[in-house]
């Protein structure tokens, strides 16, 4: 996987960190930074959890960069991240069962 990509047309990049990400959200796993265009992902995570991550964040940066900030609700909120987390659920079975290789490395 390249760990860097376009999201309407602005460079993302992958970081890949150990440990929790963010303690003073609920222990975040991990991490969209839209201003400075980082996707953070907890390594320590088994592979299939960190490419749950890895597409969670990029909808968070999709909501941002097309809905902004709107997809699923209000970004932050309860609603909006379990809306997110579904969708990243649904995402890594169909294209993990597709054979799309979405390994972190
Ligand atoms: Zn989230």
Known sequence: MKRRFRIAGHEYRVILTKGIIDPDKRGAIGQCKNNTH???IDTTQEPSEQSVVFLHEILHAISFRYFFNTLFG???TTENEEMI??????LYQVLSSAGIDLTVT
């Open 38 to 40: 980082e996707l953070k």
């Open 74 to 76: 209000e970004a932050g």
């Open 85 to 90: 987390d579904r969708l990243s659920e649904a």
